[in-house]
Structure formats: C-alpha cells, structure tokens
C-alpha cells in the first residue's frame, strides 16, 4: 500500500524544534520566569486560550529588545534532535517547509533560517518597541511596547496562517507540533502529528492521528517523506538519518490514534522493506533498477 508524501510540512517552533519556549526563556531574564511559566503550561494544554495569556505574559515580563534579541541565542543552543537534519532532508526530497509559531517573530525567524527555513515561509508575531526609551538618539536598548494580535495570539488561530501559505499550492500537507493550538490547526492541513519529545501532552497524545515518542524529529521524515521516498537517500548525506528513523520507528517511536492510517503506514513500511532487501541488480547489468539502493534494509540500524 503506498503512502503518499507531503509536499508541504509546518512545523510548530518551541517544544518542536527546539527543546525550549522562548517566553520562559524570556520570563527567566526579569526574574518572572514562574508566573509566565504557569501561564503558558495552561495556555498549551488547552486550559486557558493563547488569547487570555498572551498580553499577561509580556506586560508581565515588559522586555527591552536586547531581551528578546537573546531568544534567538538560546533557541540556536537547543534545538530538537535532528531538526535541522530533517529539514534539509525534507528539501532535497522536494517538500516545502514552513515554520507557523506562537513565538515572537525575530528570533524565531532568525532560528528558522537558521534551520534552513525560507525566510518567507516563516510566520510568528511581530512586537513594536518604544522608540523614545532606552536612549533612543543613539540607537539605545528600546522597550517592549506592544504586539501585533492577530491569528497566532489566539489558540485556534493557527489553521488560518496555513491556508493562507497555502493558497494557490498543490499537494498534501501535514503540520507537527506539540501543543493544543497544532492540534486545533489540524483541521487545515491532511495529517497532524503531535511530537512529544520535549512534552508529551495528554490531549495531543490521545487525538492526534499520528504522535511522535521520541527525542529526535528523525522519524517524521517517513511519516512527511513516506517509505518510499526514504529509498532515494540511500548513497547520500542522509543516509544515517534514515537509518536512525527506521530504527526509532521499530523501537516505537510513532503511534496512531487512526487505524486506518495505522494500516496504511505499516504496510507501506513493510513492502519497502521487502523492496530494500532484494539483490543489488547493479551487478547483472540491469540498468532499469536502482542497484545499490536495493540492498538496505530498514533493519540495518544506526552504525
């Protein structure tokens, strides 16, 4: 059975590629890193809306630039397992990536390119400053002064960023993300899958169809790619990462919350395997098969 790939990937940012949140992070600098911690546990758990704590969080911790500039140093220094793998290896198989956050805009998107992410494709909230604070005459540390509300400051606002990225595109779409805004934005794209490597919440567990167990985002790239297009990394750079997928996925590392597509992924899984496990036919001269490719199994492991 074949599993059809996702030509077009968005990724949640904190607690998705990165192993951080980037307003605790900020909270931790003004010394309110609790109060705000406790709002944004609510906030992602679907207690309380994105709306209701957003304005609360900032005007909590009231950052200078200089504080929301150090964001993107931390992200850089904690990223997801394998995220910036994962994501040029989405790109050399032909999938388009794109980053959708709750974040503040300039040190996401910093951390976004940095990843491999087109800038454009690249959409978190944007902050103004106070440009008389902070010795504003000689381009001095300016004040946090509000931020643009819209579609990412509310908890089920997510879906209508994705349909506007994709407006006009072709081809399936999947989103992965952690928290219960990803979950609420799964009715905009083909596939949801919740990742649960730096928190694994209960809710997104138990009604994503498809939900990520492990540390390292390695696994996703059979879920986005699909088995079959994990064949054309064999003889590449890539070739670790997709041994380490497959062998996060035989160890548990994806589960199903949607038997059908339980089925579906499995079966494909197994008949590429099969697939991988026939004779290198580079050496009989038949140029009509991939040779070389031919010879891996998914069960080789991580050497």
């Known amino acids: 059975m074949r599993w059809p790939p996702y030509e077009h990937v968005f990724f949640d940012c904190d607690s998705t590629l990165t192993t951080i949140e980037g307003i605790d992070i900020l909270a931790e600098s003004a010394g309110k890193k609790w109060r705000v911690e406790v709002l944004t546990q609510a906030a992602m758990e679907g207690d309380l809306d994105l709306a209701e704590v957003y304005a609360r969080r900032l005007r909590a911790v009231n950052p200078r630039q200089s504080q929301i500039r150090a964001i993107r140093r931390a992200y850089k220094r904690n990223p997801v397992e394998d995220a910036q793998a994962v994501i040029t290896a989405l790109k050399a198989l032909g999938q388009e990536v794109y980053i959708i956050s709750g974040g503040l805009l300039e040190p996401v998107r910093e951390f976004g390119v940095f990843l491999g ?68 934005a799964g009715r905009s794209v083909d596939l949801f899958a919740g990742f649960g490597g730096v928190v694994s919440r209960e809710k997104v567990r138990e009604e994503a169809p498809v939900f990520i167990h492990s540390q390292s985002l390695a696994p996703l790239l059979a879920v986005a790619a699909g088995p079959a297009a994990m064949r054309r990394l064999k003889n590449t750079p890539f070739e670790p990462l997709s041994r380490k997928a497959w062998e996060l996925i035989q160890s548990g590392a994806i589960s199903f919350n949607n038997e059908r597509l339980n089925k579906k992924f499995s079966e494909a899984v197994e008949t590429h395997k099969t697939l991988y496990s026939r004779p290198d036919r580079s050496a009989t001269g038949d140029p009509g098969r991939p040779g070389a490719m031919d010879d891996w199994t998914p069960d080789a492991g991580v050497r």
């Open 117 to 184: 992410v087109p800038k454009e494709n690249i959409r978190a909230v944007g902050v103004t400053y106070n440009e008389l604070s902070g010795q504003w005459w000689v381009g001095g540390d300016q004040q946090y002064l509000d931020f643009e509300d819209g579609a990412l400051t509310i908890s089920d606002g997510k879906a209508d960023i994705v349909e506007e990225l994709l407006a006009g595109k072709k081809g399936r779409s999947l989103l992965v993300g952690d928290g219960i805004s990803d979950l609420l």
